[in-house]
C-alpha cells in the first residue's frame, strides 16, 4: 500500500543541464500536484494535472519548466536548463478524482534538486 | 500581502507548556484551513484540518478558526522536544483546486 512515490531523492546537475522529477500518486489517485520549496521558505504551489490534463499551471515559471501527468506512468516535473536558483526540494501530492474540500495532501518524500 | 501569513519564529517553549502557532490568510472565501508539521529534511505531514468556526480538538492538538478575523491558530498542550519542527498553515482557496501554504513557523521545545 505504497504511499506518493517520488524519485530520485536527490539529485545533482551541471547547470545548463535538464533535470526530471518523477512522482507515482496514491494508488487510485488521479490528481497530481506538484510543490517546491526554496530553503528555509515555505512550499509554492507550481501545478495541478489530471492524468494527460494540466488543470492549473499559475505557479510555473513560464521558461524551462514543464509538466505532465500521462495516461500510463508517473507525473514528471521537468527543469531543461537548470541554474542554481533552480535548487530545491519539489514535492508531489495526489488526491483521489474527487477531491473532498477538508481532503488534505499526503506528500512523496521529495527529490532534493541541487544545481552546482 | 502574502496570501497565508505566519511568523516565522522561532517560537521557543519549556517542555510540557503549551505552544501557540498563528496563521492569518487573505483570501475570505477560503474553504478550508491545515495545519501541516515538517521534520528538518522530511516532507510536510498533516496534523489537522478543520473548516467550521470554532476549535477541533485531536489529542494535543487543538486547531482554532475565526473566519471573520481570517485566521487560524494551532495550539499544542503539553509540549515535547519531538514537537520541534516547522509548522505550515496551508489554506485551500475558494476553486478547491490549490492549497496555498504559509512559510512556516519554526517550533523549539526545550527538555
Known amino acids: 500500500n505504497a504511499g506518493v512515490m517520488q524519485n530520485p531523492r536527490h539529485l545533482v546537475r551541471r547547470r545548463g543541464q535538464e533535470a526530471r522529477l518523477r512522482c507515482s500518486p496514491m494508488?487510485?489517485?488521479?490528481?497530481v500536484y506538484w510543490y517546491r520549496q526554496l530553503p528555509e521558505e515555505g512550499l509554492k504551489f507550481m501545478v495541478y494535472l489530471q492524468k494527460e490534463n494540466i488543470i492549473d499551471e499559475s505557479g510555473m515559471p513560464k521558461e524551462r519548466f514543464s509538466a505532465e501527468f500521462p495516461k500510463e506512468g508517473p507525473s514528471i516535473l521537468r527543469i531543461q536548463q537548470v541554474v542554481r536558483g533552480d535548487s530545491a526540494a519539489y514535492f508531489c501530492?495526489?488526491?483521489?478524482?474527487?477531491?473532498?474540500?477538508?481532503?488534505?495532501?499526503?506528500f512523496g518524500s521529495g527529490t532534493r534538486l541541487t544545481v552546482v | 500581502q502574502k496570501e497565508v501569513e505566519q511568523n516565522s519564529g522561532p517560537l521557543s517553549v519549556p517542555e510540557g507548556a503549551i505552544a501557540s502557532l498563528n496563521c492569518t490568510y487573505s483570501?475570505?472565501?477560503?474553504?478550508?484551513f491545515f495545519w501541516y508539521r515538517q521534520y528538518s529534511g522530511k516532507s510536510p505531514e498533516l496534523i489537522m484540518f478543520?473548516?467550521?468556526?470554532g476549535d477541533k480538538e485531536d489529542g494535543r492538538f487543538t486547531a482554532q478558526l475565526n473566519k471573520a478575523s481570517q485566521y487560524v491558530s494551532l495550539l499544542i498542550r503539553d509540549s515535547q522536544p519531538s514537537d520541534s519542527a516547522t509548522y505550515l498553515c496551508?489554506?485551500?482557496?475558494?476553486?478547491?483546486?490549490?492549497?496555498?501554504f504559509g512559510a512556516g513557523t519554526r517550533l523549539f521545545v526545550k527538555a
Open positions: 494508488k487510485g489517485h488521479s490528481h
Open positions: 483570501d475570505r472565501g477560503s474553504q478550508s
Open positions: 478543520i473548516y467550521s468556526n
Open positions: 501530492a495526489s488526491s483521489p478524482l474527487r477531491q473532498e474540500s477538508n481532503y488534505g495532501y499526503t
Open positions: 496551508a489554506v485551500r482557496n475558494t476553486g478547491g483546486f490549490k492549497t496555498i
